[in-house]
Nanobody
């Protein structure tokens, strides 16, 4: 089992920046990839960005060029912390952001609120 703890959410004005962090613990050697999702009330959770064990990344079209996903490795190349740098924030980026880790199952963090005021 993997535990995920997010931090870094908050309130920011449109055009500003935030950096989210997600620290993994537990069976970190079993993680295949990690990602950030977001969800707003009444909508499905959507993928924001994903990073694989080899460092390949993908982004939702809505955040390309503004958001960057990256990782710090623990020793022996195990997962440790994943970041989401969010620049040029827009009001439509307002959501609860969830950290996700894929092992043999889906693992989710508790979520962190990001609110962008226009």
């Amino acid at each position: 089992q993997v535990q995920l703890v997010e931090s870094g959410g908050g309130l920011v004005q449109a055009g500003g920046s935030l950096r989210l962090s997600c620290t993994a613990s537990g069976r970190i050697f079993s993680i295949n990839n990690m990602a950030w999702y977001r969800q707003t009330p009444g909508k499905q959770r959507e993928l924001v960005a994903r990073i694989t064990k080899s460092g390949d990344v993908i982004y939702a079209d809505s955040v390309k060029g503004r958001f960057t996903i990256s990782r710090d490795n623990a020793w022996n190349n195990a997962w440790n912390t994943v970041y989401l740098q969010m620049n040029s924030l827009k009001s439509e980026d307002t959501a609860v952001y969830y950290c996700y880790a894929l092992t043999g199952a889906a693992n989710w963090g508790q979520g962190t609120q990001v609110t962008v005021s226009s």
